[in-house]
Nanobody, 123 residues
Framework: QVQLVESGGGLVQAGDSLRLSCAASGRTFGSYYLGWFRQAPGKEREFVAAISWSGDTTSYADSVKGRFTGSRDNAKNTVYLQMNSLKPEDTAVYYC????????????????WGQGTQVTVSS
């Protein structure tokens, strides 16, 4: 069993940066692949980024590639999403997810999810 809690969301201006954190509790954090997803009003939840258990492998959606960076600190049981050059279209509730397999995280079918943190980017 893994519990995830996101934090770090807020209101920023276009072009600004924000770093989201996802703190995990439960079983060994390093055994899980971590992912970030987001959902804007009226839209489906979409994949944002994924981070391997070692932190050596990262994947990003085309819409955020080059602007967002995912990382993790297993000693702190925390995964991060550094968001730079934010755009109004990045406005959404951001969720972190965890699963034993990379496949499940990338597919959005991870078994563990946080409650989300709101990110609002003004123009």
């Amino acid at each position: 069993q893994v519990q995830l809690v996101e934090s770090g969301g807020g209101l920023v201006q276009a072009g600004d940066s924000l770093r989201l954190s996802c703190a995990a509790s439960g079983r060994t954090f390093g055994s899980y692949y971590l992912g970030w997803f987001r959902q804007a009003p009226g839209k489906e939840r979409e994949f944002v980024a994924a981070i391997s258990w070692s932190g050596d492998t990262t994947s990003y959606a085309d819409s955020v590639k080059g602007r967002f960076t995912g990382s993790r600190d297993n000693a702190k049981n925390t995964v991060y999403l550094q968001m730079n050059s934010l755009k109004p279209e990045d406005t959404a509730v951001y969720y972190c997810a965890a699963d034993v397999t990379r496949r499940a995280v990338l597919a959005g079918t991870a078994i563990y999810w946080g409650q989300g943190t709101q990110v609002t980017v003004s123009s």
